[in-house]
């Protein structure tokens, strides 16, 4: 289960982002919001990145104007590791490397072409389960 979140800036691409899950029958979680009627990024931050930590949904997809913002956000919440990916490269290295358990987008700075093939190559791409990996997300997670 994928959770999906977003804000004012990120509802139309959110819609794309289901509509393109529905097609590969990937199923997913709405947190909000639901409209392009302005609000606060960090509630659908927060929503995503709990529903993530819990581990009720395996991964989550945030988009803002930017993804600036809802990616520092989902960050705080412990166990989170959200990037902010605006090209396939980084989509697939942060999932390889990082483990990233959330991708961030900001619907300003892609269009939805793009903003789907990094959704695929995000959702496509396992961790490397490399060692030099693993102990650089432990030392994220205990914080030393
Ligand atoms: C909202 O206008 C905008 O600030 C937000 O979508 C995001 O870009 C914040 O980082």
Do not use: W
């Not at 997809?61 to 989170?80: D, F, M, P, R």
Request: charged share 25%; proline share 1%.
């Amino acid at each position: 289960m994928i959770a999906l979140g977003c804000d004012h800036g990120g509802y139309s691409l959110k819609e794309e982002v289901k509509k393109h899950l529905e097609e590969r029958n990937i199923a997913y979680k709405d947190y909000g919001c639901d409209s392009t009627e302005s609000c606060d990024y960090p509630i659908y931050a927060k929503k995503v990145a709990q529903a993530v930590a819990s581990k009720e949904c395996e991964q989550g997809i945030l988009i803002c104007g930017t993804g600036i913002g809802i990616s520092i956000a989902a960050n705080k919440v412990k166990g989170i590791r959200a990037a902010l990916c605006h090209d396939c490269f980084s989509a697939q290295a942060t999932r390889e490397h990082n483990n990233a358990n959330i991708l961030a987008m900001g619907a300003r700075v892609v269009g939805p072409g793009l903003a789907l093939k990094i959704v695929d190559t995000f959702l496509d791409t396992e961790f490397s389960n490399d060692e030099r990996h693993i102990r650089r997300i432990n030392m994220i997670e205990n914080d030393d």
